[in-house]
């Protein structure tokens, strides 16, 4: 999956900007060319940035975009064929006819994601061995739409991966397969050069006596605020980092449960390989749904009541049916403004719709009886529409809704709470993520007076133009 980074690199840009422009899809179009552009701007962030956590964000910044873009092109390819198919009147497959029906869209978001880990006894407990550190983040694909979580630092002081993040995505079928896919890069090779002034001061200092170990690891510690230490390597190439997928998951409708659960991963790495993380193989999400008919009304109208309960016959109310329930208020503004109901039919499984019309001469002569069964009880209430039109129309909202219930199934139970994600904030989460350099050398007080550039360029190496890229591509999310 690493390829994604560079498998764009030699391709026209103005032909897929054409073939774009040959569809009647502005939006894709839109899109694409977005993407493009931010691919562009993370090209140039990451060969004018030095520090690694700014190279990080940046490599991964690039992976997304290609990732959307390879996602974009097959959507116009896709498109591009079904136009053709329909010019020449035929279909992907003769044999099987078009469906009917179509289920109504939702949101699907995912949500408390936790990936644990599984340290060996000594590294964990004892803390021993090397300190390795990974930066990780998540790729999460549903259709053409593609998102991402915040990177993350991992250590072995770490018991398990957590990203804070709310993924949502507005478009979704009940057919949807929602991919995880978990990318980390090592930096272990910044956590070793970050330590070796230190380390190798304490051993100097150990050998070399008290006295003549402290002028030693005096003068270290000054060359190292100055930059001019030979212990430091020199900057990393402009190449960058290079981020692994270390394990990836396909989630769907069954997996929906509005509560906390855990999944298995299929891990992609090995111990032997060198970007190895300790997983533990599982990864612990909320996954929700929100189909359409459940939070959207699908029909509304006037009615008038033949049976329902207590209410008087003849009574006129104003119908709305919403998820599974078909709520008769007084007038359509107490819809609106958020009034109870007169009275509520509920709408489920189980329900029994049936169409009729009056024997006798009646302004309001067709029926709509609907039926529910509590225990050993048949509730049946019955309302009359004014035409015919009228009728087909509530029957077919409610076949509709029956359908659609077929399809999401146990989404359709009750209404699953989504909240909506709150707005990433990356310059700001990068800024916190310092390097072990920082951590381990800049963090302590230097006697020759102001930080070291060292192997790290200053945030005012980033030129305004960059600056200005990088912002536009995570606020236009």
């Not at 407990?125 to 998540?138: I, S």
């Given at each position: ?286 996954l929700a749904a929100q189909p359409l008919c459940m939070t959207q009304p699908t029909a509304s109208g006037t009615l008038r009541v033949q049976q329902a309960g207590e209410l008087r016959n003849g009574t006129l109310v104003h119908g709305v049916l919403k998820g599974t329930n078909l709520f008769c208020y007084w007038r359509s503004e107490d819809a609106d403004t958020g009034q109870e109901p007169l009275f ?134």
């Amino acid at each position: 999956m690493q390829d994604r980074l560079h498998i764009l690199e030699d391709l026209n840009m103005l032909y897929i900007r054409q073939m774009a422009l040959s569809l009647e899809d502005t939006e894709l179009q839109r899109k694409l060319d977005h993407e493009i552009r931010m691919r562009e701007g993370a090209c140039k962030l990451l060969a004018a940035c030095s520090q690694r956590e700014q190279a990080l964000e940046a490599t991964k910044s690039l992976l997304v975009c290609n990732s959307r873009i390879l996602s974009y092109m097959g959507e116009l390819q896709r498109r591009k064929e079904a136009q053709v198919l329909g010019k020449t009147g035929r279909r992907p497959s003769d044999s099987v006819p078009p469906p009917e029906r179509t289920p109504c869209r939702g949101r699907v978001c995912i949500s408390d994601l936790r990936i644990p880990l599984m340290w060996k006894d000594t590294e964990y407990f004892k803390n021993k061995g090397d300190l390795h550190r990974w930066a990780v983040f998540l790729l999460l694909q549903l259709g053409e739409q593609i998102q991402d979580t915040e990177m993350v630092l991992v250590d072995r002081t770490l018991t398990d991966i957590s990203f804070q993040n709310n993924v949502l995505f507005a478009e979704a079928g009940p057919d949807f397969e929602l991919r995880l896919e978990l990318y980390g890069a090592c930096v272990e090779e910044e956590g070793a050069l970050a330590g070796a002034p230190k380390r190798l001061a304490t051993k100097l200092s150990s050998s070399l006596g008290r006295s003549s170990g402290k002028r030693v690891r005096a003068s270290l510690d000054s060359a190292g605020g100055s930059g001019n230490s030979p212990i430091l390597l020199p900057t990393p190439t402009v190449g960058g980092p290079r981020f692994h997928l270390l394990a990836h998951t396909t989630l769907t409708l069954a997996a929906v449960q509005d509560g906390f659960r855990t999944h298995d991963l299929t891990l992609a790495s090995h111990e032997e390989n060198p970007t190895w993380l300790p997983l533990y193989g599982s990864v612990c999400c909320r996954l929700a749904a929100q189909p359409l008919c459940m939070t959207q009304p699908t029909a509304s109208g006037t009615l008038r009541v033949q049976q329902a309960g207590e209410l008087r016959n003849g009574t006129l109310v104003h119908g709305v049916l919403k998820g599974t329930n078909l709520f008769c208020y007084w007038r359509s503004e107490d819809a609106d403004t958020g009034q109870e109901p007169l009275f509520t039919i509920a709408i489920n499984k189980e329900t029994r719709v049936r169409a009729g019309e009056l024997e006798q001469a009646s302004e309001w002569p067709f029926t709509l009886s609907i039926s529910n069964q509590y225990g050993d009880d048949a509730v049946t209430n019955t309302l009359q529409v004014e035409s015919r039109e009228a009728l087909q129309n509530w029957m077919e909202a409610l076949w509709q809704l029956f359908f659609d219930m077929s399809q999401w199934k146990h989404c359709c139970d009750e209404v699953m709470k989504i909240e909506t994600p709150a707005p990433r904030k990356p310059l700001q989460a990068l800024a916190k993520q310092g390097s072990l350099y920082h951590e381990m050398v800049l963090s302590e007080p230097v006697a020759s007076g102001g930080p070291s550039e060292g192997l790290l360029l200053q945030n005012n190496a980033i030129s305004a133009e960059i600056r200005a890229l990088l912002l536009a591509y995570y606020s236009d999310r």
